[in-house]
């Protein structure tokens, strides 16, 4: 019987590998961008009622032609909303999107929901596709990102006092003056975790620092959420110019925010004036030899009338002069101060009598007393002087 002898060998189908081709195809005309008008609070174009519809699509070429080349369909498709920073799986249940995981269309995701302005909205796809040749299952990732282009309108700031205040101190109602301040985007407040104010004064070197910065501010109190400060218009000197500007973040970190020449800002200018009065004196025109003292007032008045506590604001300087036989008077050093003065008949010739004169000046406005340059306090008070 002949022998025989076998022998082996392992073969193999060397397969040429696959060539996929893929990508993520925007199926609608909404787009993918839109703008968002902060004015009106309105998304154009409005992706809650056209959604913008993907349609992630697949290729494969097969150079050994042993699977047909052309468009495929993903198995086991998942997406994935990613915004400012945070994943979320989108599901079949999801109110905001709408998802085909099976069928031609399996993939398929209508977006049924507006972006955040300002903050891209990634959707992440991720799909698998069988080499019926070899087993092999191909993972295919890829991205698109939908964004919400800025505002179209800016937030504008206003206060309610006119560029310019005039404080007439003989007649105003009050000495102090309200300022407050809005920041609103078309007829909308902004939120107040979205601004912060920020008050400031032209100093005489001419810059512009924050009210608060130096104890010399002690004529304006800003309330605790900024929106509001209070003036003391008798304490502010001649012109007061002040400006309040904001910093604003839509998202919530104004702290963040630098201003700059565009930040949201108004400004006034509070001017004290005086207006023209006329000073009358009342008092004894003759006066007796058996007299010691006489008694004058001067009256201050202005188109309204007397001018009510006219000391606290003037400064009255009292005059006599000798009469003399020609006629002619001079004048020399006050002789009594005050709005009323008790003058000597001494200062007045026996022979010819004599005049009296009143000076009258502004006596300004209150003010910090200082020593060595340091303000003097009490209890924590600036103590102030005319």
């Known amino acids: 019987m002949a022998t025989e002898f076998f022998s082996e060998i392992d073969v193999q189908v060397a397969y040429s590998p696959l060539t996929l081709t893929y990508g993520i195809a925007a199926e609608t005309a909404v787009g993918t961008m839109q703008m968002y008008d902060m004015s009106s609070g309105e998304y154009v174009p409005d992706w809650t009622v056209a959604h913008p519809v993907l349609r992630p ?17 993903y198995a ?9 920073g945070k994943e979320r799986a989108i599901t079949a249940s999801d109110k905001d999107y709408s998802i085909i995981l099976s069928g031609d269309d399996a993939g398929v995701l209508a977006v049924k929901r507006n972006a955040s302005p300002g903050k891209p909205l990634t959707l992440r796809f991720e799909g698998e596709y069988a080499d019926t040749r070899t087993g092999e299952v191909r993972r295919v990732v890829m991205s698109h990102t939908l964004v919400c282009e800025g505002v179209a309108a800016l937030p504008q700031l206003t206060i309610d006092q006119p560029e310019t205040v005039w404080y007439y101190p003989l007649r105003a109602d009050s000495n102090e003056l309200t300022v407050n301040a809005e920041l609103k985007i078309g007829d909308t407040e902004v939120d107040a975790a979205n601004r912060i104010f920020v008050w400031e004064r032209l100093r005489d070197t001419g810059a512009w620092t924050e009210v608060g910065s130096t104890l010399a501010d002690y004529d304006i109190t800003v309330s605790a959420d900024g929106t509001q400060a209070k003036v003391r218009l008798d304490l502010m000197g001649q012109r007061l110019d002040l400006r309040v ?61 007397i001018i009510p506590d006219a000391g606290s604001l003037f400064a009255f300087s009292w005059y006599t002069a000798k009469g003399m036989a020609d006629g002619s008077v001079t004048y020399g050093s006050p002789v009594a101060t005050g709005q009323k003065a008790r003058i000597p008949v001494s200062a007045f010739s026996s022979d010819f009598g004599g005049k009296v004169q009143v000076g009258v000046s502004d006596l300004g406005w209150l003010k910090a007393l200082t020593v060595d340059g340091a303000y003097l306090t009490v209890d924590g008070k600036i103590l102030v002087v005319k």
Do not use: C
């Open 76 to 84: 086991n498709p998942r997406w994935t909303a990613i915004e400012d």
């Open 245 to 305: 500007r904001a910093r604003y973040d839509a998202y919530g970190n104004p702290s963040g925010v630098a201003l700059n020449a565009g930040s949201p800002s108004a400004a006034f200018s509070a001017i004290r004036r005086l207006m023209p009065g006329r000073v009358t004196v009342t008092g004894p025109g003759r006066i007796l030899p058996s007299m010691r003292y006489v008694e004058y007032e001067a009256h201050m008045s202005d188109g309204k009338g």
């Open 57 to 73: 699509w697949l290729d494969v070429q097969d150079p050994d032609g042993f699977i047909p080349s052309g468009t495929k369909t």
